[in-house]
């Protein structure tokens, strides 16, 4: 799962909804050809976040989805197509894939990973994410990430962004 992610623009969030946690991961989509159409290997999309689903240890996720969004662009509706998205929930034995219907030409794309977790700690959540954060993250980030994570999970904060800082961020 963590090769559809790049260190541009990646970011978690942590937020709470409906006593509920919620982690979005997005970040540039790393298979992205800049000024074109998306096109996506729908099996092979299914078979990494069925292979994702299966390596998470806990019981406490619930469902997840993985999507592509435009980046800089203004819908005209005159180069119409379908890019993938793919979800499971808890007691889904296959993922399920779903389309999104886009009407321009955007200048790159991005990867969206969301996630939906049953009230807990904050070691079920990022031993989850920790496939994808591995990659991206130093000591230091993820130290943050865990204080911005438990103040969320402790329920002072409702929602916290981590953004990954690199030469391009301003």
Known sequence: MRNLFTKECFNIEVFTQDEKIRVYINSDYSGSSRKSQLYVNEERLQQEV???WKSTKTKK??????SFD????????????????VSMKRG??????????????????????RM???KTTKKPILDTIKPITDKFL??????????????V????????????QNEYSY
């Open 50 to 52: 069925e292979s994702f």
């Open 61 to 66: 996720l619930n469902q997840m989805l993985v």
């Open 70 to 85: 435009e980046i800089d662009w203004y819908d005209d509706e005159v180069d119409v197509y379908e890019t993938p998205s």
């Open 92 to 113: 889904d034995k296959k993922s399920k894939v779903n389309h999104h219907r886009h009407g321009s030409i955007p200048k790159d794309w991005s990867v969206d990973l």
């Open 116 to 118: 939906l977790f049953e």
């Open 138 to 151: 130093s000591v230091k980030d993820m130290k943050e990430l865990e204080k911005g994570m438990t103040q």
């Open 153 to 164: 999970l402790q329920g002072k904060k409702q929602r916290y962004t981590f953004q990954l």
